[in-house]
């Protein structure tokens, strides 16, 4: 049988196609905003912190996903309180948050009794273990998101690139700094079945660095982040189903050699004597 009949065939390949392609239109908007913020070690942050709460939900028996969602969001809150307010380099919050997340995490899987099966699923990822109330909980994210896009893109914009001039027009940039923060925690517990909390960090990145390389232009980096993202999810997704492979490992395998590629052909271009 191909993907595509089994896709047809069993449910929980479809919902797995389903979460590549949602978690591709959210990690690419997330994106956009953490790479022109410069906040790609805070994300990574933010991703490993949340093994604390998977940990002390399969030691207490409770949902991961609910146990890692909590301790994302406080985890990126938590951050950004103490980079604003206080006094604390935006770094040492985030390597803190870090490190202290795995340490508990680590602790807690170490308590529980048994082997911990479920270890590497969370790790590494393992899409076809997407339930439907995983995908249910990415559609309403990316709806949010794509309508948030949509209506706040342009004030988005200004708190990135320039908060001082934000400030002065009377937008309201603490508020939005904290619910980006909540955004990208939530897209981050919600995409660790499709690429794992090891290399999540690389689909909220490379999909933006490319369409970085393509345009300046925020809006199209916003745009074709999702794209590109949507994009490597699917073809990592099927190339992982034909060889047997991670889906993850896959997908970043695409991702990286399509960045090559534009990065070359960019190169390329620009050497051409204009006329």
């Given at each position: 049988m191909t993907i595509f009949s089994d896709i047809a065939a069993y449910d929980f390949m479809q919902r797995a196609l389903v979460a590549c392609l949602l978690s591709g239109v959210t990690c690419g908007i997330a994106g956009s905003y953490i790479v022109a913020r410069r906040m790609v070690f805070l994300s990574g942050g933010i991703t490993h912190a949340s093994f604390g709460g998977l940990g002390i939900a399969l030691y207490a028996g409770f949902s991961p996903t609910l146990g890692a969602l909590a301790f994302a969001v406080l985890s990126s809150l938590g951050i950004e309180f103490a980079s604003r307010r206080g006094k604390m380099r935006e770094d040492s919050a985030v390597g803190i948050m870090w490190s202290l997340g795995m340490a508990i995490g680590a602790l807690f899987m170490a308590m529980r009794p048994g082997y911990a099966s479920d270890?590497?699923?969370?790790?590494?990822?393992?899409?076809?273990?997407?339930?439907?109330?995983?995908?249910?909980?990415?559609?309403?994210?990316?709806?949010?998101?794509?309508?948030?896009?949509?209506?706040?893109?342009?004030?988005?914009?200004?708190?990135?690139?320039?908060?001082?001039?934000?400030?002065?027009?009377?937008?309201?940039?603490?508020?939005?700094?904290?619910?980006?923060?909540?955004?990208?925690?939530?897209?981050?517990?919600?995409?660790?079945?499709?690429?794992?909390?090891?290399?999540?960090?690389?689909?909220?990145?490379?999909?933006?660095?490319?369409?970085?390389?393509?345009?300046?232009?925020?809006?199209?980096?916003?745009?074709?982040?999702?794209?590109?993202?949507?994009?490597?999810?699917?073809?990592?997704?099927?190339?992982?189903?034909?060889?047997?492979?991670?889906?993850?490992?896959?997908?970043?395998?695409?991702?990286?050699?399509?960045?090559?590629?534009?990065?070359?052909?960019?190169?390329?271009?620009?050497?051409?004597?204009?006329?």
């Open positions: 270890l590497t699923s969370y790790m590494f990822g393992n899409i076809l273990l997407v339930d439907r109330g995983d995908v249910i909980m990415l559609g309403l994210l990316t709806l949010f998101m794509i309508i948030g896009a949509a209506t706040m893109l342009r004030r988005i914009m200004y708190i990135t690139f320039d908060e001082d001039y934000a400030r002065s027009q009377g937008m309201p940039v603490m508020m939005v700094a904290y619910a980006m923060s909540i955004v990208v925690a939530l897209t981050i517990v919600l995409s660790i079945k499709v690429m794992g909390i090891i290399l999540l960090i690389s689909l909220m990145t490379i999909p933006t660095v490319i369409a970085n390389t393509l345009t300046k232009d925020y809006r199209w980096v916003t745009l074709l982040s999702a794209v590109i993202g949507v994009f490597g999810n699917i073809v990592g997704f099927v190339l992982s189903y034909n060889f047997n492979l991670p889906t993850g490992s896959c997908i970043i395998f695409i991702l990286t050699i399509a960045l090559i590629c534009v990065k070359v052909l960019t190169l390329c271009f620009n050497s051409i004597p204009k006329v």
